[in-house]
């Protein structure tokens, strides 16, 4: 929290987003489920064997992060991203294939391919989203929103503050914030263009959301939330500065405030190219606190505190470079990262998920690069 408030520290600390089962696992010696579509295929074998047995599951997934934390020294945790969300699997059509039903009559059926550690979606019978359903949709959010909102209030953050209980006094914690984003697929991106009404009503509700979550973590005492939304690819923006400051920013704005009014450290997540919207995110909405820092798409740190020296960076070691590299290559590399950062306003780690097949050697390297400093 000194770091984040920049104020001097004894180190800089260490955060990283999600690791891989399989590195974990390499790292623990023990096979573990701690994050990337490895846990959620597990999860889903968890499901299929009963309430109880996904209870558990849950349980050792809590067990199996704070060990990892522990072993690497990681002084920031956070629930991992499930890639299905958690949801419970309809039914099980064999070793690795999975089926999603939804109301209505439509279901998703994903499947684990094992040499990939990868989990495709091989079939989805609910029609393609067009531009033309983006009034219905937005429509459909208005008239959910008063249940929406109950419902989070009376969830009361109840996953989170269990993973916190036992985390507590080990680590700071980083809670799931709620998110606002226009979407990055054909139909959210030509919607924010030939719907724009419809769209600015969605991001209404998505932003009502988010404060009332926010409000919740910070009434239990959270200090720390991630939330933002995917906008932007290696090339930049993925829509227009122009829509951005149209759509979003009036949106960003309020949430930023109410993040600042709550005392709550917010990460505005995105990897991509953000350059030409980061005076928008990170002046005129204000937030302080900057996430999947993408470096291999020129997002690096020392480049934005330049620009932007009261900004929080979380993680800019990219996760293809642990991925591929040596350990002495990771080694001057994360050198490099930390020496741009000079010692402030910067969480040390990976930008994004450390991937599978990543060297457990060379995941160890990236924090011992700091540690020995």
């Known amino acids: 929290m000194a770091v984040l408030e920049g104020k001097p520290a004894d180190r800089l600390p260490l955060y990283c987003p999600t690791i891989a089962c399989d590195v974990a696992s390499a790292i623990l010696g023990r096979p573990v489920h701690t994050g990337y579509h490895s846990l959620a295929f597990a999860e889903c074998r968890a499901w299929m064997q009963g309430k109880a047995a996904h209870a558990e599951f849950e349980q050792k997934m809590f067990e199996d992060l704070i060990a990892i934390h522990r ?81 989070i209030r009376e969830k009361n953050a109840a996953d989170e503050i269990a993973f916190w209980n036992m985390a507590a006094g080990q680590f700071a914690y980083a809670a799931r914030g709620g998110g606002i984003a226009v979407g990055v697929d054909e139909a959210s991106l030509m919607a924010s263009m030939l719907e724009p009404a419809a769209v600015a009503d969605i ?112 993680g800019n070691v990219s996760s293809d470079v642990l991925l591929r590299q040596s350990a002495g290559q990771v080694r001057d590399y994360c050198a490099r990262v930390l020496a741009e950062s000079a010692g402030r306003r910067y969480v040390h780690g990976p930008g994004n998920a450390i991937l599978p097949g990543t060297p457990a050697e060379n995941v160890r390297v990236m924090s011992e690069v700091l540690l020995a400093m």
């Open 203 to 314: 991001l209404d509700c998505q932003l009502e959301l988010s404060l009332a979550t926010l409000d919740v973590l910070a009434a239990n005492g959270f200090s720390i939330a991630t939330g933002g939304g995917d906008m932007a690819d290696k090339n930049g923006p993925m829509y227009s500065p122009a829509i951005f400051r149209e759509l979003m920013l009036p949106r960003v704005k309020k949430l930023a405030a109410h993040c600042r009014k709550l005392n709550l450290h917010y990460i505005w997540r995105t990897d991509g190219n953000l350059w030409k919207v980061t005076d928008l995110l990170f002046q005129e909405a204000g937030f302080a606190d900057y996430g999947e820092v993408d470096r291999d798409a020129g997002m690096e740190v020392g480049k934005l505190h330049a620009r932007y020296p009261d900004l929080n960076i979380f």
């Open 71 to 151: 072993e690497l020294q990681w002084d920031v945790i956070r629930l991992p991203m499930r890639n299905l969300g958690g949801r419970r699997p309809s039914r099980q059509l064999d070793e690795y294939t999975f089926v999603f039903e939804h109301p209505g009559g439509t279901h998703e059926v994903w499947q684990w391919d094992p040499q990939a550690l990868w989990l495709v979606e091989i079939e989805n019978t609910r029609p393609p989203a067009t531009v033309e359903d983006w009034p219905a949709r937005a429509r459909r959010l208005q008239a959910d929103l008063p249940q929406r909102l109950a419902l």
